[in-house]
Each structure stands twice: as C-alpha cells, then as structure tokens.
C-alpha cells in the first residue's frame, strides 16, 4: 500500500464511511438477467486481485478478504421510480463489511426509460478511476476492452517541485473555490445529473481548435460555471478546481491500488469568449506537461505521511473536481453493446461536486454527482452542452 492507499483507508475508519469510487453503465432495457450477470462475475472475481483484497486502517499492506460471495455483492432493484432515483439510493448504500471485499454491483432495470443500469462501486482505498474502469471490463465485458490510456513517462530523471506550489491540499480562499449559491449545508446525500453529445462533436471540436478533448471539456465547464454565477450570484469570478492526473502505467491496468494525484487548475469563468477562455487552459494543461508536474508531484505525495493526507482530505482546499476518462474499444456484456458510462468518485465530505467527462466508442457523457443540498447544481450539465455549443462555428445563412 502506498501513501495515497493508506491515506484512504484511514479517511475511512472514521465517521464518514468509506470513500467510493466506480462506474455507472448503460444498456438496452432487458439486455441480460441478473442471473446471467451473477454467473459471469463468478466466473472472473477469483481472478481479480482488487476484488479479493482489503485496506486495512494503520497497514502497510493489503489484506486477503474472504472469498467473494457473488450474491452478497451482486444484486439488483426493480422499482416503479425513475432512474435517477433509483441510482441516487444505490450509490447511497454501505458497502458490504466485515470480512467481505468492499465492492458491489447493483442491476437498475426501468424499462419505461429503455434503460438498463449496472452501478460498480469500489472502496477508493483499493484502487482509483482509471484502475476502476479496467477493473470493471474485466469483470464484466465480453471481450478484452483496451480502456483508458496507460500513462506514458517522458523519460527518467524528470521531475519538478512545480506540484508542491501548487499542492491541492493547502487552503484557498473561498471565493476562489466555491460557486455562488453554494451556501447550503450538505445533506450528506448525493445525486447523479447528466447530458450526453455524441463523442465525434467532441473531437471535432478539438480537431477545429487545435486542442484536447480534456482542454474542451475544461472549457465547456468554465463556460457552465460562469453561467451559473451570472444566475444564481450576479457576478462572474475565476475558480479553481482539482484535476486528477493518471499515472497508472502499462502493464498495471488491473493492479491493486491508486496511482493518481492532482493538479489545481483555473477556470477562467471572468474572460469574455469561449476562444479566450480555451486559450487560458491549453496554456495551464501545457505548462503541466512541460514542467514535469506529474512526475515531480507523484514522487513528492508518496513521501507524504499517510496521516497527514488523510487530515487534508477532512478539510479539503478545493471543492469542486472535474475529470476526463475515455473507456476505448469495443465494449459489449453478454452480448449486450455499452451505450453510455459514467465515472463517480464519492469524496471528502467538503467536495461540492464532481464533475466528469466518460466517453465510450459513440457517446460522451458529461455528469455531475453532488449533493442534493445544492439542487441547481443539476442544472450544470445541459450548461456544458450549450457552451460547447458556443465553440461551434457559425451556421453560415442560406441565399435567398
């Protein structure tokens, strides 16, 4: 277990459970039986380390679980509400305790919707997003699914103090971090929102403006925001937000454990177009990449005290997250092709929001979880979709 491991094990023993992370996938209606599904996680949990392991508060090592019990972990819910709710209240549920592994798999079926749902949650102490997603093909797809991309170092001896400037864990002021209206006590119950565009707008854009996918969605985000400040606080001001940087390498797609950290990132809600606004954050992803942030900063917190980071994620300095994760390939379950996914990171009781980006091979789905205290924060997603409308070019007018 490293320091981030031990750090999240620790943040768990407390009051506030576990901290969770996992994937939201999409279906048809009636794309399998619970029974299918039961039968396919029996085939391949024994096979998966992540899912056989614990962290163990104090521990520098995992600790062998019992085995698997798949109709403990494996479950679903057929109700007459809607979706959403049905999902709210699945990613509300403890985790299963004691000697089992803390994970779990819920089936939501609403065939009013033409959905059907399958929600993975995961200790975060065991392994983080990008491990998550990996973890949850295996578990599940038909055929091997490449998934995110393993991080590439640029080369040995690169490194940079460049996090530690910017370390996520200090404390900022709050007009830097929260959004107005954000002034509610939080209920400690959170709800999924999202918008879905289809993936290609997504890299055209990019292609158009010579920029990331990443760098579009920061900018759509920051458009969103600075809608929302117009709406809800009648003034517009800059906010830092806290980006998590994979550095889970190739060959250690499936292992145990988190290898992430985190950049800060300005969203320059205040500068007047989307080009300029564009234009501020391909500079700031430009700057991580060329001054060895990620190298510098994931060799600086594994040197961290665990006990040190787990009382930072108490008292966290940023509130709000936004990530970016593409689940690549082909991806299909008992026949059955993925038609949208989303990440949810349920952490520190501080966090707003999180804000997530999850494409599969058609589709991108823009997805925020908060807390249900700051209701009009499921406004957000429909509020990216329009300001990436706004990087559109202009619809030239027809002749008379």
């Known amino acids: ?11 768990s023993s407390g009051a506030s459970g576990p901290l969770m992370v996992g994937h939201v996938l999409d279906f048809a209606a009636g794309a399998f039986s619970l029974e299918d599904l ?10 998966l380390e992540a899912l056989r392991t614990a962290a163990v508060p104090g521990a520098r090592s995992w600790a062998r679980t019992a085995p698997p019990d798949v109709a403990l972990h494996v479950d679903e819910a057929r109700g007459d509400g809607s979706l959403g709710e049905e999902t709210d209240e699945a990613l509300r549920r403890p985790l ?17 919707e033409g959905v059907q749902r399958v929600c993975f ?67 400690g119950r959170g709800s999924l929102a999202y918008a879905d565009v289809p993936d290609s707008v997504l890299r055209a854009l990019a292609a158009r403006w010579g ?13 969103a925001l600075a809608a929302w400040q117009q709406r809800h606080g009648g003034g517009v001001r800059d906010l830092r937000v806290i980006m998590p940087m994979s550095v889970r390498e190739a060959g250690a797609e499936l292992a145990t454990g988190n290898a992430a950290l985190s950049a800060v990132v300005r969203l320059p809600c205040t500068l007047p177009t989307p080009r300029d ?20 900063g994931w060799g600086s917190v594994l040197r961290l005290p665990p006990g040190l980071l787990g009382r930072a994620m108490l008292r966290p300095g940023l509130r709000l997250a936004v990530s970016h994760i593409s689940i690549n390939g082909s991806y299909r379950v ?43 924060a499921a406004e957000l997603p429909a509020a990216c979709v329009r300001a ?3 990087l559109e070019p202009p619809v030239a007018a027809g002749r008379a």
Request: charge should be positive; include cysteine.
């Open 1 to 11: 277990m490293n320091a981030v491991d031990r750090a999240f094990a620790l943040f």
């Open 38 to 47: 039961r039968t396919r996680v029996a085939e391949r949990v024994a096979g």
């Open 96 to 112: 299963p305790g004691g000697r089992a592994p803390r994970w779990d798999l819920r089936v939501l079926t609403c065939p009013a």
């Open 121 to 187: 949650r995961v200790d975060h102490a065991v392994v983080d997003g990008v491990g998550t997603a990996h973890l949850v093909a295996a578990l599940l797809a038909d055929e091997p699914v490449r998934g995110p991309h393993p991080y590439r170092p640029p080369g040995a001896g690169r490194g940079s103090a460049a996090w530690l400037r910017t370390v996520p864990y200090k404390r900022f002021a709050p007009h830097e971090t929260v959004p107005p209206g954000c002034g509610a006590a939080p209920s």
């Open 211 to 223: 920029a990331t996918v990443n760098d579009i969605c920061l900018t759509a985000v920051t458009g």
């Open 277 to 296: 606004r564009l234009r501020s954050l391909t500079g700031q992803s430009r700057q991580h990449k060329v001054s060895g942030l990620r190298e510098g």
């Open 334 to 376: 008992l026949g059955a092709p993925l038609t949208a996914a989303s990440i949810i990171a349920l952490n520190s009781p501080g966090l707003l929001g999180y804000v997530s980006l999850t494409r599969t091979t058609e589709t991108a789905r823009i997805g925020v979880l908060h807390d249900r205290a700051h209701a009009a």
């Open 388 to 390: 990436l409308e706004e």
